[in-house]
């Protein structure tokens, strides 16, 4: 079977990564993939952008493609899986409607009412007076969200009434361009974040392992939102009882709920939740595609294999799949990015150490680098995820962070402190972090 998996990213790297390893696997075509999927045997790059969808559906009819995996949210909210299913071809990734669960916070906040998932409360506004009205009337702290695809960036969580204000107000000079016509005024919730990446084939959803994501910039959690700088599953916090109430309390609501509105999504449906401090889970917010850099934690620990997984969703077939099946143990990833990023950064830095670390049992997921003559050099402001895995949350981040000092490049930035939960959770509560593993 011929794949090919569309984006550019440490993600896209993972996926085509992870489906390599089945047997069943001939090739994968990166559309226009990374200089990491560039140098994998049985995969090439195809130079083409992601939202041509013509070029990718002609591609892929005329070489057998069986699948095509969409990575990133900006061409399935474009309507690339509509197109590509006109084609008739097989796509693992919602249409342009369901990938509205990410692409309209305010839809999303809709469908999540109507299906009494467990969420923030929020109110939507499309002017700034009544938008700054109701912030003053709310108190601090409060959530301020331009309602579009935002890269990540779109949401500030204000302490001071000015800050909120200030929100508010680039909200509607445009600073999130199309995503600037909306604001969403939240309640600002407390706790644990997880990603939780469910796959689904519309009717069945069946969640992966939990996993604890990095956004912000600086350590200890502080500075500005970032695409994610690391890491690790599965998230101790949720344990099985957690996991079975998200399964019925948000997940399979949300698949019923995008059903009642005639939307047949196959895919990933990635709950971002909080996980409050009564230990309640409660929706921040839903993507509509694998998470990055979550995928890179989760899919080293996948048993079954990914081909198969996708595939089933792809063809509304995942009730016949047998439970997904888990390796032992824990994965954890370092993003190491150029200085200046989530700003301004420099590209074209060469980049050494990236076999060593690999010598060593790290994966080092490309999300922006090219290759070139001269070597391996930075092309993005989110580098490289450095993976690795381990019998434990702590012998995982052990492992990734030796690994990282194998790698160098002018300007590299990581966070130290990826995992800083699960290492006091892991203090407190013994060894809960292995509990939620279904025994092998
Ligand atoms: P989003 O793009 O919606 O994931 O938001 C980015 C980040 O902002 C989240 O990962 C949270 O850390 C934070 N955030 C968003 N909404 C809320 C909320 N209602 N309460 C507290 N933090 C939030
Ligand atoms: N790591 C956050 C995201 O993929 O949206």
């Known amino acids: 079977m011929k794949i090919l998996v569309v984006g550019n990213g440490g993600r896209e790297h993972a996926i085509t990564w992870k489906l390599l390893q089945s047997e069943k696997v001939q090739q994968v075509i990166c559309v226009p993939g990374t200089g990491g999927t560039a140098s994998m045997p049985r995969c090439r790059n195809l130079a083409m952008n992601v939202s041509d969808f013509e070029g990718t559906a002609r591609f892929a009819l005329v070489n057998g493609i069986s699948l095509i995996v969409v990575g990133p949210e900006v061409p399935l909210a474009a309507g690339i899986t509509d197109f590509l299913q006109s084609q008739g071809l097989n796509v693992f990734g919602p249409t342009k409607l ?48 331009a309602d579009g695809l935002a890269a990540g960036k779109g949401v500030t969580v204000a302490t001071t009434s000015e800050q909120a204000e200030t929100a508010v107000q680039a909200v509607f000079k445009g600073k999130f361009g199309d995503a600037g016509q909306r604001v969403l005024i939240e309640e600002c919730l407390t706790g644990q974040e997880v990603s939780i990446l469910a796959i689904t084939d519309g009717i069945t959803i069946r969640p992966l392992l939990p996993a604890q994501d990095y956004k912000r910039i600086g350590e200890g959690d502080t500075g500005e939102n970032t695409g994610g700088m690391g890491a690790y599953a599965p998230a101790p916090v949720v344990t099985p009882a957690l996991m079975e109430r998200i399964q019925q309390e948000i997940l399979e609501p949300t698949i019923a709920a995008l059903r009642d509105r005639n939307i047949d999504y196959r895919g990933v449906l990635y709950a971002g939740l909080m996980i409050t401090p009564q230990g309640d889970p409660k929706v921040i917010e839903f993507n509509c595609r694998f998470g990055d850099p979550e995928t890179q934690v989760v899919l080293p620990l996948l048993e079954t294999p990914l081909d198969e997984l996708l595939v089933a969703c792809a063809h509304q077939r995942l009730a016949e799949q047998p439970a997904i099946a888990w390796k032992p143990g824990a994965a954890a990833c370092v993003v190491m990015a150029s200085e200046g990023y989530p700003e301004t950064f420099q590209k074209g830095k060469v980049i050494s150490g990236v076999d060593q670390a690999e010598v060593g049992g790290a994966m080092v997921f490309h999300a922006g680098t090219q290759s070139k003559p001269q070597g391996l050099i930075t092309d993005g402001g989110r580098v490289l995820g450095v993976t690795a895995v381990g019998d434990s949350i702590d012998e995982a981040l052990d492992n990734a962070y030796e690994a990282v000092k194998h790698i160098q490049f002018d300007g590299a930035y990581y966070r130290q402190d990826i995992g800083h939960q699960a290492r006091r959770t892991k203090q407190k509560v013994g060894t809960e972090s292995d509990s939620i593993l279904p025994a092998t």
């Open 98 to 145: 369901g990938a509205q669960i990410e692409a309209s916070k305010a839809w999303a906040k809709d469908l999540m009412h109507e299906a009494k998932i467990p969420t923030a409360k929020a109110a939507v506004f499309t002017a700034v007076d009544p938008a700054l009205a109701y912030v003053r009337a709310q108190g601090l702290p409060i959530v301020i969200k």
